[in-house]
């Protein structure tokens, strides 16, 4: 399957951690990256890579895989960080942009 | 600054045609590939379409195949998709996007987007 699966909705209190998943077979041999979408802007990429950050990204935005799973983690949630997150991978045999569903995070 | 703009949306007729552009500026053009994801109004992101750097390998998604061409005039850093026979499910917000590098790296940089709507 080229699908990747995100939960729709998470919840996460002020300054709590809150880890958003994405899985999909695609992410066993592609590491998956994760944009920011706040509503009405473009999205903007936070990780990539193994973990890495762009820069200006905080460094309590955080990426981990393990298997078919890509995990983004915000440790110390911020109010600014309430938004709609999207991973993405590539299809292995055609190098289609795969995205997720996308999670809409809250920040309580 | 890295920059891209989109310009060339609005509103047409299911079975129309539409010419989006999207100019870049700040990076050498010529040397990145580039992609087009557009948002249906509350949805979550959809993959369109690819091209790399020289222009010579194009991607599409199954459900623009035929309908969508994709392509890049690199003497005016303008990114284009000509969009034909349109139906109301390709009513979206289109961005224009840039890779890291090529089609297998991240997407790196975003613009702000420009609203197709197809209605009669």
Redesign the interface.
Known sequence: SSELTQDPAVSVALGQTVRITCQGDSLRSYYASWYQQKPGQAPVLVIFGKNNRPSGIPDRFSGSSSGNTASLTITGAQAEDEADYYCDSRDSIDNRVIFGGGTKLTVL | EVQLVESGGGLVQPGGSLRLSCAASGFTFSTYAM?W?RQAPGK????VS?ISDSGDNT?Y?DSVKGRFTISRDISKNTLFVQMNSLRAEDTAVY?CAKF?TT??T????????TLVTVSS
Do not use: I, R
């Open positions: 992609t994801v979550g992101l959809e993959w690819s991607y998604t961005y890291s089609v297998t991240p997407v790196e940089l975003w613009g702000q987007g």
